[in-house]
């Protein structure tokens, strides 16, 4: 159910406002309480939700309680995604692809752009939906982004950020194990 709770936003307090991609990386890694902590509250728009509820993880999104909220994006809004998903297609260089198929990005992004988000971070995974946010001056991360936060805040060790992406990979994350190995070293740096 949308609930639209920015009234009661916390004074200093970092938001995530989520895609569907990194989400599935959290659940699949057991990472959730990872992305609570670190953010006062994860805001994703309805297309994010209805997403996750069709791959099956509605009983995750809803054991998150009221740390993940569902936003309703305004028909202005709405318009706005449609033009982004139609511009996350023309980065990608997707011939024929369909515009519908990146509404999940396109709408967090037109959520990460509304004022009260400005301080926040926009969580994509998908290159061209990042390069498409970038270009509007956003804070961007990815998952494993936001794994190399939790290292930094001693939340979790380097070898656990590495589990965590290896569990993503075998359940059909596209993270490649050189990747995997680069973010490894980077928390090892950390």
Do not use: N
């Not at 959730?32 to 999104?61: D, K, N, Y």
């Not at 309703?72 to 996350?88: F, G, P, S, V």
């Not at 070898?159 to 190995?181: A, K, P, V």
């Amino acid at each position: 159910m949308p609930s639209t709770k920015l009234a009661s936003r916390k004074p200093g307090a970092t938001y995530g406002i989520s895609d569907t991609g990194p989400l599935i990386s959290a659940f699949q890694s057991d990472s959730l309480s990872l992305l609570t902590g670190i953010f006062a509250e994860v805001h994703i728009p309805e297309a994010c939700a209805q997403e996750l509820a069709s791959h099956g993880w509605q009983p995750e999104v809803e054991a998150v309680g009221d740390k993940m909220v569902t936003l309703k994006l305004t028909a202005k809004e709405t318009r706005a995604a449609r033009t982004l998903a139609r511009e996350i297609v023309g980065q990608a260089g997707r011939k024929g692809a369909v515009a519908a198929g990146h509404m999940g990005e396109a709408q967090a992004i037109v959520l990460a752009l509304r004022p009260e988000y400005r301080d926040d971070i926009l969580l994509l995974d998908e290159r061209a939906a990042r390069t498409v946010a970038s270009e509007r001056g956003l804070t961007i991360s990815g998952f494993p982004g936001v794994l190399l936060l939790a290292v930094q805040a001693g939340l979790i060790s380097a070898e656990s950020l590495r589990d965590r992406l290896e569990r993503c990979r075998e359940q059909g994350t596209h993270y490649g194990r050189e990747f995997i190995e680069q973010v490894y070293h980077m928390a090892r740096g950390v």
